[in-house]
Structure formats: C-alpha cells, structure tokens
C-alpha cells in the first residue's frame, strides 16, 4: 500500500475528555408537549423566565433595530455600557456586556485561567459552571452544599489553594434559591487571597427581598478583587435577547472585553436593552407579582415537602433526592413543566397565579 497505512477506525475529531461532560438541559418547550400529550397548551415552569411579557417598549425597539440587521452591531455596545453605568452608578469603563451572564462568565475564565487552573465553586449550584470550567481545561473544585441547601462558605475558603484563580458564588444560589448573608460574605471576601477572582454571580438579585442578603455591586463592587455578574434575562424580560453584563476593576473589565465573541451582543439585543432599561418601575411592579407569588407558592407546597428551603429567586427547590426524575414526568404528564437534577431535587420556576395553581394540584396528585 502506497502512502500512509489506512487506519481501521476514522480520525476522533473531538476532544475524548468531554464525552463525560453533561450537556446544559433547557427546558423543554411546551409546544413540544402539549403535541405530545394532545394538550392546547402546557405550563413551562423550568427555565426562571418572568411570564409577563416584554417590558413597554422593547417589541417597538427591538422591531426598528431588525430594519438595520444587515448591518454589525456597535461591538463596543457603547450606548448599553453608558445607561448601565449611569443607572447603577459606576464608570463605563467598568462594564462588559456578554450573551447573557454565562457567556460573561465563560469569558472571566478565558480572562483569569490558564489549563491547570482551578475554579471552586458551590455544587448544586448552576449547571453551566463545570461545563465552562471542563471546556476551558480547566479543574473543577466543587464544594458540596450545606444541610440546608446553601453555599458552604467555610469549606470553599479552605478549598482554595496556589491554583486556585476563581471563585463563583451565585447568590441567590441557582438552582436552590438559598442566599448569603453579609456577614458570611464579609468573613468569606477577607479571607480570599487578593490575587484570586471572586464573581458574584447575582442573576435574580431583582427579586431578593432580605434585607440581610448583600447586594454585591454596592457592598463589594470597590474591592479590587470583585466582580459582579447580572443578566437582563430574568426580572428585565429579555431571556430570548441574551444580554448580560459585569461590572469589575477597569482592568478586569478591559480584559474581558478583548476575550468576548466579536459582535454578541446583537443590535436587536442592545436596542431591546435599552428600551427595558427605561421601564425600572415597571421592572419593579413584576417582581413584587412574582415575590407575592413565591411567598404563597412554597407555603403551599411546604405542606407536601416540609423541608423547601427559603427562595430569595424566582423558582422554588423541591430537595425529591432520588424521586426527583419521576416526580418531573409526573408533572409532565399532567401538562406542567418542571427541571429536575437528577438525585437532588426539582427547581419550580414562579409563575401566573393560574400556572402555580395548576402546578400545585399537580404536585399534590404526584407526591
């Protein structure tokens, strides 16, 4: 034979590593399962979207912006940079946006971690964080959550070690609503060496209402090795948009910028951004909705599991251990949607009144 011998197997055009990585879970579409089920419509509690609609405005905006898609976006998203600067009160220079606050956190790893690196996070915590950590090659250090569902913040400062070049803390924690208070949070930051990379990842901070739960941009956003995460997905309503954005040290910030995809924050994102951005009272209206709703959703279903810890998000974690899975397809079957984690529990997204009512018989029904 000529050339080089043929090979018996074809060429593996994919890293062998990842094979064990699990893939994120969206939730899944209701269209999809009211088919399946010959349903009109099925309830989508899975996925932390607020069901309000899109804020005044952002249809209208987002529809002008479309009739100049044949044209790149502004990549600077200097318009978005500047509103968000002015309306949380700091620099321009201190801001970079990303496709949603997860790609924002994939980049802070690009920015901070070489392979080898290690990132300590909380686990159960959300579901994106060992796949950017194991996409990025870099060592995962995962931290298992207390009794009570939350962050063990003791057992995450003695994780750190010379490698160790990122912490994430998601506060409201994703996908067990549990929060951290500031004194933990204070203790927690001054033991953290000054050369490693605290993200407080902040995602439903619009819907915390403990006064002792710290808002993370006005407490901490001065130390140096801060960075807050926040997303517009959640209490702005624009999860189909993807916008997210960070606000870090000038120099972290700048960093980051240099490693975001070029041009990811889509027109029509930043047009819809800055419509939503408009609408904080509203924005404000919605979230009381939904707390209201929280507060009367886990009394109810307390009486099913006792043991649902306090939500300061906008979901509800059921601690099913083992019968989470089955519990899921039970709902399902009755035509609501829910996201379980495997041998952990269920996260419950607040919805209408009429969709957690819906929910709750359901729940009833299946456990």
């Known amino acids: 034979m000529t050339g080089p011998e043929r090979r018996s197997q074809p060429p593996r055009l994919t890293r062998a590593d990842l094979d064990a990585l699990p893939t994120y879970v969206p939730g899944r579409s209701p269209a999809d399962l009211a088919r399946e089920l010959g349903l009109t419509e099925a309830i989508k509690l899975a996925s932390n979207e607020v069901p309000y609609g899109p804020l005044p405005g952002v249809a209208e905006a987002v529809a002008e912006a479309v009739a100049g898609s044949h044209r790149y976006p502004d990549m600077g998203v200097l318009a978005l940079r500047d509103a968000l600067a002015e309306r949380y009160g700091v620099t321009p220079d201190r801001i970079a946006t990303g496709c949603g606050s997860v790609a924002l956190c994939e980049h802070l790893v690009r920015a901070t971690c070489l392979p080898g690196d290690e990132i300590v996070y909380s686990w159960r915590s959300f579901e994106a964080y060992p796949i950017i950590a194991a996409t990025s090659g870099v060592t995962s250090v995962q931290v298992p959550n207390t009794a009570a569902h ?206 957690n009512d819906a929910f709750l018989a359901v729940a009833e029904t299946a456990l």
């Not at 912490?167 to 933990?184: D, F, H, K, Q, Y």
């Not at 959640?234 to 954005?245: N, S, T």
């Not at 070029?262 to 419509?275: D, I």
């Not at 899975?325 to 949607?337: D, N």
């Open 150 to 355: 939350g962050h063990d913040l003791t057992a995450m400062a003695n994780a750190v070690t010379e490698h160790t070049r990122l912490i994430l803390v998601c506060n409201p924690n994703n996908p067990t609503g549990t929060s951290l208070r500031r004194a933990e949070l204070d203790r927690f930051l001054d033991s953290v060496p000054q050369d490693v990379l605290v993200v407080l990842d902040e995602a439903y901070r619009e819907f915390v209402t403990d006064p002792d739960v710290p808002d993370g941009l006005a407490v901490y956003g001065d130390r140096p090795n801060v960075v807050v995460l926040r997303t517009l997905s959640k209490a702005w309503g624009l999860a189909g948009l993807r916008i997210g954005f960070l606000v870090g040290q000038p120099e972290v910030a700048a960093t980051v910028r240099k490693v975001v995809t070029p041009f990811s924050a889509s027109s029509a994102a930043q047009a819809g951004a800055l419509a939503a951005l408009g609408q904080e009272e509203e924005v404000r209206r919605r979230c009381a909705l939904v707390v209201g709703e929280r507060a009367r959703l886990t009394e109810a279903i307390r009486k099913l599991v006792p043991d649902v810890p306090e939500s300061q998000a906008n979901f509800v974690w059921l601690p099913l251990g083992d019968r989470a899975v089955e519990f899921a397809k039970a709902c399902e079957a009755r035509g609501v949607i829910v996201r379980p984690f495997a041998g952990d529990g269920v996260r419950v997204t607040v919805g209408t009144p009429a969709e």
